[in-house]
């Protein structure tokens, strides 16, 4: 459907060579691979030669969401919403999972376009007409999440605008789904996890659901060995390229391992070491250093002995 929609753009503009187009493009966007063929548009433009389209960069962003949001999700709004529709049933409440989802995924979405639309009105997208501002925004907004087009010059945005970003590519897109990062639904059991032991409760609540221990210790895990990798790789390309600012090293290596593809236009400077690390950081992002971890470290016919171990106490903050 995305390829089709975008042949109405391509074809008539490069003929036949417009189908291959959409169809790279549409795969491109639902995978979250943000791989673009557009090089001979405009010089490492990517997307941003169609900025004030919204056919293509609505359908992009389209693709993008729902292969974002995880097949899980995907499958519990058809069965639970659409076929009941279908069948003049009653819809049925979509899972505990969806909705935290979808819902994490909305608040990213419009959070996102808000600070990027405020810190880039008067740089990469001044000169442009408020439509035209708009959609770009919420096009930077969804993309690094984690798609890796875009419709704007990543190299000149604001040290701030690139940080947002770096959140943005950080947190990822949903479990179960075509996106990197951390994931939006690990993000909120942390931050559910935090508010908790701040109101000073012992379990970490959603939506009046009580989240089980193990999966806020999964949590915590992923965000911390993620952070610690992200953190290495960064300092990997400050010491071997000094020219690089710490917002683009760091930017650089988050968008590793959030397997988005964007770049502040220093890549391809990058030495042979920073862009190994990076490589390096891409495939543990997209295994997941969790599940990464626990390939290295299971060793065959391990198994629990059972015994309790004695309390340790210790004082933390």
């Known amino acids: 459907a995305g390829a089709v929609l975008m042949m109405l753009r391509f074809v008539p503009q490069f003929g036949l060579k417009g189908i291959w187009i959409a169809a790279f493009t549409s ?45 899980i999700v995907v499958g519990d709004i058809y069965y639970s919403q659409i076929l009941k529709r279908i069948h003049k049933e009653k819809p049925e409440h979509l899972n505990f999972h969806s909705t935290i989802a979808l819902g994490m995924t909305a608040i990213l979405i419009i959070v996102g376009t808000v600070l990027f639309f405020l810190c880039e009105s008067d740089n990469t997208l001044k000169g442009m007409d408020f439509g035209t501002k708009l959609n770009a925004s919420l096009f930077q907004s969804i993309s690094p999440r984690t798609a890796g087009f875009c419709t704007v010059d990543i190299a000149k945005e604001h040290d701030f605008t690139k940080m947002i970003t770096v959140i943005l590519m950080f947190i990822g897109a949903s479990p179960a789904g075509t996106g990197g990062g951390i994931k939006t639904t690990t993000f909120v059991v942390l931050v559910a996890a935090v508010v908790s032991v701040m109101k000073g409760n012992e379990d970490a609540t959603i939506l009046k659901r009580r989240l089980d221990k193990s999966t806020v210790y999964r949590s ?31 930017f650089e290596a988050t968008s590793g391992f959030g397997t988005v593809g964007l770049s502040a236009g220093v890549t391809q400077t990058l030495s042979w070491i920073s862009k190994l690390a990076v490589t390096f950081t891409m495939y543990v992002g997209r295994v997941g250093p969790v599940s990464l971890g626990l390939a290295l470290t299971l060793q065959k016919g391990h198994h629990s002995t059972g015994s309790i171990l004695p309390e340790g106490k210790v004082i933390v903050g």
């Not at 490492?44 to 992009?60: A, E, F, H």
């Not at 290495?232 to 010491?239: N, P, R």
Request: proline residues 4%; aromatic residues 8%.
């Open 27 to 71: 795969i491109s966007a639902f995978c979250n691979a943000g791989f673009d063929i557009l090089g001979f548009v405009m010089k490492d433009g990517n997307l941003i030669p169609y900025v004030s389209d919204p056919l293509i960069c609505l359908t992009v962003e389209s693709l993008i969401v729902i292969g974002g949001i995880g097949f």
């Open 220 to 250: 915590l895990s992923i965000v911390f060995s993620a952070a610690l990798l992200v953190l290495i790789t960064t300092g990997i390309i400050l010491s071997a390229d000094p020219d690089v600012s710490g917002v683009d090293a760091l």
